[in-house]
């Protein structure tokens, strides 16, 4: 009857309440797919968000946000999202680089304020990009929670802190990397790295979240659990919100910075890590708000390493989903399992982060969180 008279009221009626039970279904599916994932996985709990064609659709929490009373897991529960964490830099770098206070080719060395060399080639310069990207040279042999560890007036060790190879001729990925990155943030910028994430890209974005325990909710912070394969019992990770006052108290500048993690230290929901992700996948424009240029995010994403196809904290992937080339992060620490990906020419990305599973690897993920990913890309997305 209303075959062809698209204009008709009725038939639009008709139509919207057509896709909204066809949408109510494979959410319905999507959400009885994940109880089965998390089953098979022991996993504790999950909170995830989809976004399609450039809109938030989705979001939702399953599972516990603490197994000590069986708290269930809320999607305004925030998590300590580990690596995805590192995106947050080098948007802030990006940022300081289009106000010219620092450029890519820089020597680090001069940034940072200390020599940065690998002494098996001491006449090869190691630039901000070769850290940002993980073709530095440098690796966390000697640990990454202070910058002692790499200063050679600090540490008789330091050397160890190199690999045997020149740098921007290999690639290992590297946590010291990000957190040295987060001090030249403050050498740059003049603010503390973790109230310079939150008013130059947190605030603009409306986000909830951040690196300093103290400025949060603690009531939001989801408990982490390491997961033992052998007893199949899980150990909460209280460490992954240790508020670190007394070191925060004797904080210099430029250097401290490591004990804010910007490495991995991001607090932060599924639901507002989504809409970061999609300022992102537009090219650093979200609602109207430009946190970095179009040309500083297509550099972010441009891959430089060949291994885990690395950018700027932003990685290229082509086996998380069968067929789709995705541009994103993970994130493992505590415990906890995070992935952020989308694709910026189809406007969709997923998030999922979960507070404790059974981690088994799978063709180079968390088999969990790929699973998950993939039941809502083909429930919700496809």
């Known amino acids: 009857m209303f075959k062809n008279n698209r204009h008709n009221p009725l038939y639009s009626l008709l139509l919207l309440i057509f896709f909204s039970m066809s949408s109510s279904a494979q959410v319905e599916k999507a959400e009885q797919e ?62 300081l680089v289009e106000q010219g206070k620092l450029s890519l080719s820089d020597d680090f ?14 006449d090869k310069i190691i630039t901000l990009k070769m850290v940002l990207s993980h073709t530095s040279s440098i690796n966390d042999s000697q640990g990454y929670f202070n910058l002692d560890v790499i200063n050679p007036a600090k540490n008789p060790d330091w050397a160890k802190c190199y690999n045997n190879y020149e740098p921007g001729q290999g690639y290992e990925y590297c946590n010291l990397n990000f957190n040295m990155v987060g001090a030249i943030i403050e050498k740059k910028s003049g603010e503390r790295f973790d109230q310079y994430v939150k008013r130059h890209i947190l605030d603009p974005l409306g986000l909830y979240g951040g690196y300093c325990v103290d400025s949060l909710d603690s009531t939001r912070f989801t408990v982490l659990y390491e997961y033992d394969a052998a007893t199949k019992n899980f150990t909460a990770s209280p460490a992954a919100y240790n508020p670190r006052r007394e070191e925060i108290k004797n904080y210099v500048m430029g250097y401290s910075t490591p004990i804010f993690s910007p490495t991995g230290g991001m607090k932060i929901s599924a639901p507002d890590l989504a809409k970061y992700m999609t300022m992102h996948m537009n090219m650093g424009r979200h609602n109207g708000r430009r946190v970095i240029s179009k040309k500083s995010a297509k550099i972010i994403q441009t891959q430089v390493a060949e291994e885990d196809g690395y950018g700027l904290a932003i990685r290229t992937v082509h086996n998380l989903i069968p067929g789709k080339t995705l541009k994103g992060h993970t994130g493992s620490a505590y415990g906890l399992y995070s992935s952020m990906f989308f694709q910026p020419k189809e406007k969709f990305g997923l998030v999922v982060i979960s507070n404790g599973c059974n981690p088994v690897e799978s063709n180079g993920f968390i088999g969990f969180t790929t699973e998950v990913v993939n039941s809502l890309y083909n429930n919700l997305i496809k």
């Open 109 to 122: 060395s001069d940034l940072v304020g200390f020599k940065i060399r690998n002494p098996a080639f001491p």
């Open 34 to 95: 994940i109880q089965t994932i998390m089953k098979k996985y022991d996993a504790v709990g999950v909170s995830v968000a989809v976004v399609k064609d450039n809109q938030l659709i989705y979001t939702h929490a399953f599972g516990a946000k603490n197994l000590e009373d069986q708290t269930p897991l809320s999607e305004t529960d925030i998590f300590r999202i580990a690596s995805i964490s590192k995106s947050f830099s080098a948007t802030a770098i990006m940022q």
